[in-house]
């Protein structure tokens, strides 16, 4: 996944161009895509697996609610996908020409925004354990109500003079 953001990274700015000045403007909303995009790449079989050993049933059976165990897989995916976006996001701004000032809110929205990422991930891949052919389904509805959280996470960050901005 990690490999996938920095060429994508890449890719954007060989595509932009050698214009700084584009390539800062734009580059917290490039971030928040491909970190957006990385992370539901890594939610494809996120219960699958479990669910076909019947490892979920066991688990169930030993006294874990169905409930307790998309939590821990929640939190698991957040601890081992989300943090290491959130340890490589300095290494993308300086790519992208971002300030350190951003740099500071861009990383304080994502330690929120992913956590909502990995929460919503969770809720698709439940949603296509007997979908055996198409996972589109999942991936199409973690698009969808992303959105908001791209959308408040850019705001904050190229916000002007303070929160009260955004309201």
Partial sequence: NII???????????????EKETI????????????LLSS?????KFYQE????????????????????????????FIF???????????????LNISNEKLIYLLTSFAIGSLILSCLGSISSSMNLMNQRNFLLGSVIVMIFSIPVIIFSVGIINMEEDFNSLI
């Fill in 50 to 77: 479990d669910f076909e050993n019947g490892n979920l049933l066991i688990m169930h059976l030993n006294g874990f609610s169905f409930g307790l165990i998309s939590i821990l897989k929640t939190v698991s995916h």
């Fill in 40 to 44: 539901t790449l890594s939610l494809g």
């Fill in 81 to 95: 996908v989300q943090i290491p976006f959130l340890l490589s996001i300095p290494i993308a701004c300086i790519l």
């Fill in 24 to 35: 800062s403007l734009i580059g917290v909303g490039i971030i928040w895509t491909l970190l």
């Fill in 4 to 18: 996938f953001f920095f060429i994508s990274i890449f890719i954007f700015i060989f595509s932009i161009g050698p």
